[in-house]
């Protein structure tokens, strides 16, 4: 990938034509069972929400049936995306802890048409402590979805769960729920601070609770072409995750980080930016990645036959 922070204006434009047009040549592969992949890393900030919004945006724009589900109590994927999530409505905490099901709780986005959301509300705040009575405590979101996906009349191709900076029962859940991994890691100074730990509960997880559940991304967020220290980082996470790491980085970008603002992702925002650009890279990206690894589990399993 060129390295467009530095190149002159002219070359910077060139440089964004060609990306795009060798966007609008590939056809993304829709997968034919839905994807479900948690976004997580306990560190605060690096771009777990951002992710999960424009990277889901992006795929609804290449074609898939897209669900996000906000399992953070602040609730920025739900501002996000634009979604109504004052303490009164229907939301995921009321899937968590009380009688409703997805399809009470469920809403369209203003963003794409083919894109859902599940809102939270700050009534989740309350989750963690709650649950811990609850019987099943750590399965109850991958119940919920497992029924959802079941009996929807859509078909829907990713579910993305935004979780909140913890690793607690909220984030199991999500684990729980999910069959993959996607970690956002900022290339800033100390973005390995804290993996061991995530990597650690990631273990356990799949030790005990979800023996399927595993690392499928590593998307490099907020990167700055210009600074070494982006590169040196950029470079050693490439290094410690050679498969997982998407080729495809995003790079520091105003567009990014004003469209929450107004309730936008980046795609409704300003659809000709780089942060745009770079999400529908990613987005194609993982997409790919996601029909070859199935199409390795079949000849996998052909060969056992
Ligand atoms: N590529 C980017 N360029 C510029 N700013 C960004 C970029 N990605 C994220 N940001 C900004 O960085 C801040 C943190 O991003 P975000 O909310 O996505 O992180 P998070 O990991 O979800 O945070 P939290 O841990 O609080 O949930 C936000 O203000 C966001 O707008
Ligand atoms: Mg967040």
């Known amino acids: 990938m060129a390295d467009t922070d530095k190149l002159p204006v002219g070359d910077h434009l060139v440089d964004k034509m060609q990306r795009r047009r060798r966007l609008a040549e590939i056809v993304s592969p829709l997968p034919d069972y839905p994807r479900i992949i948690t976004v997580s890393n306990q560190k605060g900030g690096v771009g777990k929400t951002t992710t999960t919004v424009n990277l889901a945006a992006a795929l609804a724009r290449r074609g898939a049936n897209v669900l996000v589900i906000d399992l953070d109590p602040q609730g920025n994927a739900s501002t996000a995306l634009g979604v109504p999530h004052r303490p009164e409505i229907t939301s995921i905490y009321d899937v968590l802890l009380g009688?409703?099901?997805?399809?009470?709780?469920?809403?369209?986005?203003?963003?794409?048409?083919?894109?859902?959301?599940?809102?939270?509300?700050?009534?989740?705040?309350?989750?963690?402590?709650?649950l811990v009575s609850l019987v099943a405590r750590e399965q109850r979101l991958r119940t919920a979805l497992n029924d959802f996906l079941e009996s929807s009349e859509r078909r829907f191709h990713y579910v993305f769960i935004d979780c909140p900076p913890s690793l607690g029962l909220l984030t199991v859940n999500a684990f729980v729920a999910a069959d993959e991994v996607l970690i956002p890691i900022q290339?800033?100074?100390?973005?390995?601070?804290?993996?061991?730990?995530?990597?650690?509960?990631?273990?356990?997880?799949?030790?005990?609770?979800?023996?399927?559940?595993?690392?499928?991304?590593?998307?490099?967020?907020?990167?700055?072409?210009?600074?070494?220290?982006?590169?040196?980082?950029?470079?050693?996470?490439?290094?410690?995750?050679?498969?997982?790491?998407?080729?495809?980085?995003?790079?520091?970008?105003?567009?990014?980080?004003?469209?929450?603002?107004?309730?936008?992702?980046?795609?409704?925002?300003?659809?000709?930016?780089?942060?745009?650009?770079?999400?529908?890279?990613?987005?194609?990206?993982?997409?790919?990645?996601?029909?070859?690894?199935?199409?390795?589990?079949?000849?996998?399993?052909?060969?056992?036959?």
């Open 99 to 130: 009688d409703d099901d997805i399809p009470d709780a469920i809403q369209p986005t203003s963003d794409h048409e083919n894109l859902w959301c599940v809102p939270s509300t700050i009534n989740l705040a309350g989750a963690e402590i709650e």
């Open 187 to 305: 290339t800033e100074y100390y973005a390995l601070e804290g993996l061991s730990q995530l990597l650690g509960n990631i273990e356990l997880i799949q030790k005990h609770l979800n023996p399927t559940l595993r690392i499928s991304t590593i998307l490099l967020t907020m990167y700055d072409s210009r600074t070494k220290l982006s590169q040196e980082v950029a470079g050693e996470v490439r290094n410690h995750f050679p498969d997982q790491v998407l080729t495809s980085v995003i790079p520091r970008s105003v567009r990014i980080s004003e469209a929450p603002s107004y309730g936008q992702t980046v795609h409704a925002y300003d659809a000709p930016s780089i942060g745009a650009l770079a999400y529908l890279e990613a987005a194609a990206e993982m997409a790919d990645r996601g029909a070859r690894k199935a199409a390795s589990t079949d000849s996998d399993e052909d060969g056992k036959a």
